[in-house]
C-alpha cells in the first residue's frame, strides 16, 4: 500500500494498529547516497568501528528517500501469517515556517541506481511525507517559543546620525506618554488601544502607510523598556498597544503555544510510524486527523468514540516491543537512528547500547541465511534467497485484501516491496532452520538481557496469553529439554520445569495428577521420549472409538472449554491416566482432559491437549513407536467442545489449516533459537563479520 503526504494523516491509525498487532515489522530503506571511501587505508579488513564511522559518516550527509515497513500477524490455529506491505516516500524538506533548515544531499552513483530501477526522484518532494527527528522537533520548538518571547529580543542601538529613526521613536514615545496618562486619569478616552503607524496613531486599523519591520521592532522595544503596563500585538502594517491583563496575556500565550505543537506535530510527520515501533510518545498526534477522507476532506465521525479509540491504541502500543527484521540491516539502523531519533554516537559500542533501547530483538534475514558460512560469503541477495524459499510451502503466507499491489508484480528495489520479501524469508527460513535442528524451539527463556523483558505479541488462535476455564496455557518445551529433564533411568526422574507444562487441576480436588508409578519392564514411553527422533507429520484420520471397558476417567466438568482430540491406542494394560498424562504433556503442553479404556491385553486412551501443535507433535512423534514391546498407534481427531447441558463430547467443525508438523511457525522470540540468531547483523568485509548488538560481558 502506497501512503502519500495527502492520505498520511487519515492512514495513520491504521498503521499504528496494524504495528500494535504485528509479531514482528520489517523494514526496508531506500537513500539518497550511500558510504564509497574506506578509511584507514590499507588492504586489509575494516574493523566494525571503522565500517560504522564510514555509515555513520554518509548517513549524516544523506537522506532517506523511501521507507517500506510490513506488518506481519501470526495465526496458530491456521498456522499461517498475514503481512501488511506499506511503502512510503519522504519528504526532505522542512516546511511550516520553524525556522529550521536541513542540508541535504544527493550521490550521482546512488541516483544512477534509482533512476535505473525506475525510481521516480520527484516523488519525495510531490508526494513524499515530511518529517522531523526527535532533536529537531526539540530544536525547533525551542526556537518557536524564543520567537513569541519578547524579551530575548536584542535592543537595537540608535546612532546620532540615524535622525529619521529618533524623531520617529520621539513621536511614537509621546503619543504613547498621552494615551495612558488618559487612561491612568480614567477620563473617558475614545480607544482602548492605540494604533502606532507611520502617520499620527489612530484607531482605524486602515492606514495610509504601514510600518516596516524595522520600525515594528522600534515600537516594541520602546514598549517593553518604557511601558511596563502596556503590550504590543504585531498587525499587519501597524503595531497596536493595549494595556497589559494577565489572563488575556495566559490565554494568547496557551493559544501560541498550541498552535507551535500542531504545526510541529504536523511536521513530525512519519516519524510517528517510528514512535509507534519503539515504543515513544505519539502524545503530539491530534485524533481529529482521523477524521478525513483519504483524499484529505474532512468526514464525519464520532469523535468522542475516535478519542477513546486513540487513548487504547496508545495504551496498547505503549506495552509493545517491536521486533525488528531486516536484510542486511546494519546500515538501515545507521541511517534509520540519524533521520528519525538525532545525532549519532561516535563509538560503535554506544550505538549498539541506543539500538537496544529501541529495539529488545532485531533479526538480520541476511545473518540467518549466511550463518556459519566461513569465511567464504556466499550469495545472499534478497532476492537470491526468496527465490530460494519458494519451493517451501509452510508457512503459509498471505497478504491482506487492501495491501495487495505486491502480490502479483514484482517492484524490486522499493522499499514496500523489499520489506514484504524481507518478511517473507524471515518466516520460512526461520521455520525451516528451526525443523533442521533436534526438533522445534518453542518457548526455551533466554539468558540474553537484550530481550529479558521481551513479551511476544498475542496472536489470533490459541497463545501464551489464551486460557481456558482461566488458566494460562502452558507453552511447550524443546527436545533437548525434555532429554536433559528425563534423565538416564528408565522412569522419569526429572520435573517439569515451571511455566512450561501445567498439568490441568480437576475441578473438584483441586490436585494435580501424582508422579506415574511405572509397572512396565523393557523399554516404555518414557525411554521412547528420551531417545527422541523426529519423523514428517502424518495426516490424521477420523477412527472410531474402542469400545472396551473405563478403567479411570476422571471427566472435568466444567463446560464450554474447546480444544484438540488425539485417539492413543496398543498402551500396555498396566498404563495409567497420570502415566500417559505426565509422558504426553511433557512433549504436547497442556491436557485439558485424558480418558484411558483398558481390557486384560490392551489400552487405549483418549486425550484432549489445549495447544493444536502440541496435540500434532504428540501424534507425529508417538504415532508407530515402540513401547513395552507394542507399536503405539496416535491419531489426531476434530478439535471438540463440551456441552454445558449434558457434559458429552461433541465434534465442532476444525478450522481450515495446514498440516504444521516441525517449522510450521517460525520459532517463539523468546526462544533459544534466537540467541543463536536474533542480534547479530552481518557485516561482511569487517574483521568481525558481523556486529553483535547483545552486551559485552566484562
Same mark, same amino acid.
Given at each position: 500500500?502506497?501512503?502519500?503526504?495527502?492520505?498520511?494523516?487519515?492512514?495513520?491509525?491504521?498503521?499504528?494498529?496494524?504495528?500494535?498487532?504485528?509479531?514482528?515489522?520489517?523494514?526496508?530503506?531506500?537513500?539518497?547516497?550511500?558510504?564509497?571511501?574506506?578509511?584507514?587505508?590499507?588492504?586489509?579488513?575494516?574493523?566494525?568501528?571503522?565500517?560504522?564511522?564510514?555509515?555513520?559518516?554518509?548517513?549524516?550527509?544523506?537522506?532517506?528517500?523511501?521507507?517500506?515497513?510490513?506488518?506481519?500477524?501470526?495465526?496458530?490455529?491456521?498456522?499461517?501469517?498475514?503481512?501488511?506491505?506499506?511503502?512510503?516516500?519522504?519528504?526532505?524538506?522542512?516546511? #511550516?515556517?520553524?525556522?529550521?533548515?536541513?542540508?541535504?544531499?544527493?550521490?550521482?552513483?546512488?541516483?544512477?541506481?534509482?533512476?535505473?530501477?525506475?525510481?521516480?526522484?520527484?516523488?519525495?518532494?510531490?508526494?513524499?511525507?515530511?518529517?522531523?527527528?526527535?532533536?529537531?522537533?526539540?530544536?525547533?520548538?525551542?526556537?518557536?517559543?524564543?520567537?513569541?518571547?519578547?524579551?530575548?529580543?536584542?535592543?537595537?542601538?540608535?546612532?546620532?546620525?540615524?535622525?529619521?529613526?529618533?524623531?520617529?521613536?520621539?513621536?511614537?514615545?509621546?503619543? /504613547?506618554?498621552?494615551?495612558?496618562?488618559?487612561?491612568?486619569?480614567?477620563?473617558?478616552?475614545?480607544?482602548?488601544?492605540?494604533?502606532?503607524? @507611520?502617520?499620527?496613531?489612530?484607531?482605524?486599523?486602515?492606514?495610509?502607510?504601514?510600518?516596516?519591520?524595522?520600525?515594528?521592532?522600534?515600537?516594541?522595544?520602546?514598549?517593553?523598556?518604557?511601558?511596563?503596563?502596556?503590550? @504590543?500585538?504585531?498587525?499587519?502594517?501597524?503595531?497596536?498597544?493595549?494595556?497589559?491583563?494577565?489572563?488575556?496575556?495566559?490565554?494568547?500565550?496557551?493559544?501560541?503555544?498550541?498552535?507551535?505543537?500542531?504545526?510541529?506535530?504536523?511536521?513530525?510527520?512519519?516519524?510517528?510510524?517510528?514512535?509507534?515501533?519503539?515504543?515513544?510518545?505519539?502524545?503530539?498526534?491530534?485524533?481529529?486527523?482521523?477524521?478525513?477522507?483519504?483524499?484529505?476532506?474532512?468526514?464525519?465521525?464520532?469523535?468522542?468514540?475516535?478519542?477513546?479509540?486513540?487513548?487504547?491504541?496508545?495504551?496498547?502500543?505503549?506495552?509493545?516491543?517491536?521486533?525488528?527484521?531486516?536484510?542486511?540491516?546494519?546500515?538501515?539502523?545507521?541511517?534509520?537512528?540519524?533521520?528519525?531519533?538525532?545525532?549519532?554516537?561516535?563509538?560503535?559500542?554506544?550505538?549498539?547500547?541506543?539500538?537496544?533501547? /529501541?529495539?529488545?530483538?532485531?533479526?538480520?534475514?541476511?545473518?540467518?541465511?549466511?550463518?556459519?558460512?566461513?569465511?567464504?560469503?556466499?550469495?545472499?541477495?534478497?532476492?537470491?534467497?526468496?527465490?530460494?524459499?519458494?519451493?517451501?510451502?509452510?508457512?503459509?503466507?498471505?497478504?491482506?485484501?487492501?495491501?495487495?499491489?505486491?502480490?502479483?508484480?514484482?517492484?524490486?528495489?522499493?522499499?514496500?516491496?523489499?520489506?514484504?520479501? @524481507?518478511?517473507?524469508?524471515?518466516?520460512?527460513?526461520?521455520?525451516?532452520?528451526?525443523?533442521?535442528?533436534?526438533?522445534?524451539?518453542?518457548?526455551?527463556?533466554?539468558?540474553?538481557?537484550?530481550?529479558?523483558?521481551?513479551?511476544? @505479541?498475542?496472536?489470533?488462535?490459541?497463545?501464551?496469553?489464551?486460557?481456558?476455564?482461566?488458566?494460562?496455557?502452558?507453552?511447550?518445551?524443546?527436545?533437548?529439554?525434555?532429554?536433559?529433564?528425563?534423565?538416564?533411568?528408565?522412569?522419569?526422574? #526429572?520435573?517439569?520445569?515451571?511455566?512450561?507444562?501445567?498439568?490441568?487441576?480437576?475441578?473438584?480436588?483441586?490436585?494435580?495428577?501424582?508422579?506415574?508409578?511405572?509397572?512396565?519392564?523393557?523399554?516404555?514411553?518414557?525411554?521412547?521420549?528420551?531417545? /527422541?527422533?523426529?519423523?514428517?507429520?502424518?495426516?490424521?484420520?477420523?477412527?472410531?472409538?474402542?469400545?472396551?471397558?473405563?478403567?479411570?476417567?476422571?471427566?472435568?466438568?466444567?463446560?464450554?472449554?474447546?480444544?484438540?482430540?488425539?485417539?492413543?491406542?496398543?498402551?500396555?494394560?498396566?498404563?495409567?491416566?497420570?502415566?500417559?498424562?505426565?509422558?504426553?504433556?511433557?512433549?504436547?503442553?497442556?491436557?485439558?482432559?485424558?480418558?484411558?479404556?483398558?481390557?486384560?491385553?490392551?489400552?487405549?486412551?483418549?486425550?484432549?491437549?489445549?495447544?493444536?501443535?502440541?496435540?500434532?507433535?504428540?501424534?507425529?512423534?508417538?504415532?508407530?513407536?515402540?513401547?513395552?514391546?507394542?507399536?503405539?498407534?496416535?491419531?489426531?481427531?476434530?478439535?471438540?467442545?463440551?456441552?454445558?447441558?449434558?457434559?458429552?463430547?461433541?465434534?465442532?467443525?476444525?478450522?481450515?489449516?495446514?498440516?504444521?508438523?516441525?517449522?510450521?511457525?517460525?520459532?517463539?522470540?523468546?526462544?533459544?533459537?534466537?540467541?543463536?540468531?536474533?542480534?547479530?547483523?552481518?557485516?561482511?568485509?569487517?574483521?568481525?563479520?558481523?556486529?553483535?548488538?547483545?552486551?559485552?560481558?566484562?
Amino acid at each position: 500500500m502506497d501512503v502519500e503526504s495527502s492520505s498520511f494523516q487519515p492512514k495513520l491509525v491504521q498503521i499504528m494498529e496494524a504495528i500494535a498487532g504485528a509479531l514482528f515489522v520489517s523494514i526496508d530503506m531506500e537513500f539518497s547516497g550511500i558510504p564509497t571511501q574506506v578509511k584507514g587505508g590499507g588492504q586489509g579488513k575494516q574493523s566494525l568501528q571503522q565500517r560504522y564511522s564510514e555509515n555513520r559518516d554518509a548517513a549524516e550527509k544523506y537522506q532517506v528517500l523511501q521507507v517500506g515497513i510490513t506488518c506481519v500477524e501470526e495465526d496458530v490455529v491456521k498456522g499461517q501469517y498475514l503481512i501488511r506491505p506499506y511503502n512510503f516516500n519522504l519528504n526532505p524538506i522542512i516546511g #511550516g515556517r520553524l525556522d529550521l533548515e536541513r542540508d541535504f544531499s544527493f550521490q550521482s552513483g546512488a541516483i544512477e541506481f534509482l533512476l535505473g530501477i525506475g525510481f521516480k526522484i520527484d516523488l519525495p518532494f510531490l508526494i513524499g511525507i515530511p518529517y522531523l527527528s526527535r532533536e529537531e522537533e526539540a530544536l525547533a520548538k525551542k526556537k518557536a517559543l524564543s520567537r513569541n518571547d519578547k524579551s530575548k529580543f536584542s535592543n537595537i542601538n540608535l546612532t546620532s546620525e540615524e535622525k529619521e529613526s529618533q524623531e520617529f521613536i520621539t513621536r511614537v514615545r509621546g503619543e /504613547l506618554k498621552a494615551w495612558e496618562e488618559g487612561i491612568k486619569s480614567s477620563k473617558k478616552i475614545q480607544d482602548e488601544f492605540c494604533n502606532v503607524s @507611520t502617520e499620527n496613531f489612530s484607531s482605524m486599523p486602515e492606514v495610509s502607510q504601514g510600518l516596516n519591520n524595522f520600525q515594528k521592532r522600534l515600537v516594541h522595544q520602546l514598549v517593553r523598556g518604557e511601558f511596563p503596563s502596556l503590550v @504590543t500585538i504585531s498587525r499587519p502594517g501597524f503595531i497596536q498597544v493595549v494595556p497589559y491583563d494577565k489572563d488575556r496575556e495566559d490565554m494568547l500565550a496557551a493559544k501560541k503555544l498550541k498552535q507551535i505543537e500542531e504545526n510541529i506535530g504536523r511536521q513530525v510527520g512519519f516519524r510517528w510510524v517510528i514512535e509507534s515501533m519503539v515504543g515513544g510518545s505519539i502524545e503530539g498526534i491530534d485524533p481529529k486527523w482521523f477524521a478525513r477522507k483519504l483524499s484529505g476532506e474532512p468526514k464525519f465521525v464520532n469523535q468522542k468514540q475516535v478519542n477513546q479509540e486513540f487513548i487504547d491504541l496508545k495504551e496498547n502500543l505503549a506495552r509493545k516491543q517491536t521486533v525488528l527484521v531486516g536484510h542486511n540491516i546494519f546500515m538501515d539502523l545507521v541511517y534509520f537512528y540519524a533521520t528519525f531519533i538525532g545525532k549519532l554516537p561516535e563509538d560503535v559500542e554506544d550505538f549498539k547500547k541506543e539500538i537496544r533501547k /529501541l529495539f529488545p530483538l532485531v533479526i538480520d534475514t541476511k545473518y540467518l541465511a549466511t550463518h556459519e558460512c566461513g569465511s567464504i560469503n556466499p550469495k545472499s541477495s534478497l532476492e537470491e534467497i526468496e527465490k530460494e524459499l519458494r519451493v517451501e510451502k509452510l508457512p503459509i503466507i498471505t497478504t491482506h485484501e487492501n495491501h495487495n499491489k505486491y502480490t502479483n508484480t514484482a517492484f524490486a528495489h522499493e522499499a514496500g516491496y523489499d520489506s514484504s520479501l @524481507t518478511a517473507n524469508i524471515l518466516i520460512k527460513l526461520s521455520a525451516k532452520l528451526d525443523s533442521s535442528r533436534d526438533g522445534p524451539i518453542d518457548s526455551l527463556p533466554t539468558d540474553s538481557s537484550s530481550i529479558e523483558k521481551l513479551e511476544t @505479541t498475542p496472536s489470533k488462535g490459541v497463545t501464551k496469553s489464551s486460557s481456558v476455564h482461566g488458566e494460562q496455557i502452558g507453552e511447550l518445551p524443546t527436545l533437548e529439554e525434555l532429554k536433559s529433564k528425563l534423565g538416564d533411568d528408565l522412569g522419569f526422574t #526429572g520435573t517439569i520445569a515451571s511455566g512450561k507444562t501445567k498439568i490441568r487441576k480437576s475441578s473438584k480436588s483441586q490436585e494435580t495428577f501424582p508422579e506415574p508409578k511405572l509397572k512396565f519392564g523393557g523399554e516404555n514411553m518414557f525411554d521412547v521420549l528420551r531417545d /527422541l527422533e523426529l519423523r514428517e507429520p502424518k495426516k490424521s484420520k477420523k477412527r472410531k472409538r474402542s469400545k472396551k471397558q473405563v478403567k479411570e476417567i476422571q471427566p472435568d466438568e466444567e463446560a464450554g472449554f474447546a480444544g484438540f482430540l488425539v485417539y492413543g491406542d496398543n498402551f500396555s494394560p498396566a498404563v495409567t491416566q497420570n502415566d500417559i498424562v505426565k509422558v504426553m504433556s511433557t512433549l504436547g503442553g497442556e491436557i485439558l482432559d485424558c480418558k484411558v479404556m483398558a481390557d486384560e491385553t490392551s489400552a487405549c486412551a483418549e486425550i484432549i491437549f489445549a495447544l493444536q501443535l502440541g496435540a500434532q507433535r504428540v501424534v507425529d512423534f508417538f504415532d508407530g513407536k515402540e513401547a513395552d514391546g507394542r507399536k503405539l498407534k496416535m491419531e489426531l481427531s476434530e478439535n471438540i467442545s463440551i456441552d454445558e447441558d449434558n457434559d458429552q463430547e461433541s465434534p465442532v467443525e476444525a478450522p481450515q489449516e495446514a498440516s504444521l508438523g516441525y517449522g510450521g511457525l517460525i520459532p517463539r522470540f523468546n526462544s533459544d533459537f534466537w540467541n543463536i540468531y536474533g542480534n547479530k547483523l552481518r557485516v561482511f568485509g569487517t574483521d568481525e563479520a558481523f556486529m553483535d548488538l547483545n552486551p559485552t560481558e566484562n
